[in-house]
T-cell receptor, first 117, second 114 residues
């Protein structure tokens, strides 16, 4: 199993450009999520999905779009990049969070380091 | 809303010394609690988790953590530090009911001195 894969590893964008960060998992996990990591702030949840066709917002969703057309893939779209979106982005997946089972381990990808100039 | 506070953004210990990384949470009900480790330029890896079973939880690489409801704490310890423990450590909390959205602390960078 490759686990959770993310592409690209590094990306530099100019303000106003758009791009898609790719995330894929081969563990047949229903739950997938995107976090951004900024120094001194830990990781913050951007968007998450509990299955194909179902997505919801996390703590910091503004400026980002997601969709989930398959179980395996969960791309994150930046429609118009801003310097405030300079960050390291992590995708994670886990088994379905049935009520009372919220302690499922989340598996993280290696991250995408994005710089917006 | 849930929140997590990690006391100390940087902790430095000598090789062989006790490691203690502090985590306090704020939640209306006892949540699920996690410790994740991040090695340089890598993603996060689960060290251990508390999900309302035993209050003393043992994880990988000799780490353990104790859930103390009265203190709303979940501190991470290791009796004897090894050079390979140098990394950033994150405490996180998630709800018992509903989707398992993780709320992370700000992280503690652990340095091991030879």
């Amino acid at each position: 199993n490759a686990g959770v894969t993310q592409t690209p590893k590094f990306q530099v964008l100019k303000t106003g450009q758009s791009m898609t960060l790719q995330c894929a998992q081969d563990m047949n996990h229903e739950y997938m999520s995107w976090y951004r990591q900024d120094p001194g702030m830990g990781l913050r949840l951007i968007h998450y999905s509990v299955g194909a066709g179902i997505t919801d917002q996390g703590e910091v969703p503004n400026g980002y779009n997601v969709s989930r057309s398959t179980t395996e893939d969960f791309p994150l779209r930046l429609l118009s990049a801003a310097p405030s979106q300079t960050s390291v982005y992590f995708c994670a997946s886990s088994t379905y969070p049935f009520p009372g089972t919220g302690g499922n381990e989340q598996y993280f990808g290696p991250g995408t380091r994005l710089t917006v100039t | 809303a849930q929140s997590v506070t990690q006391l100390g953004s940087h902790v430095s210990v000598s090789e062989g010394a006790l490691v203690l990384l502090r985590c306090n949470y704020s939640s209306s009900v006892p949540p699920y609690l996690f410790w994740y480790v991040q090695y340089p330029n890598q993603g996060l890896q689960l060290l251990l988790k508390y999900t309302s079973a035993a209050t003393l939880v043992k994880g990988i690489n000799g780490f353990e953590a104790e859930f103390k409801k009265s203190e709303t704490s979940f501190h991470l310890t290791k009796p004897s530090a090894h050079m390979s423990d140098a990394a950033e450590y994150f405490c996180a909390v998630s709800e018992v009911l509903g989707a398992q959205k993780l709320v992370f602390g700000q992280g503690t960078r652990l340095t091991i001195n030879p």
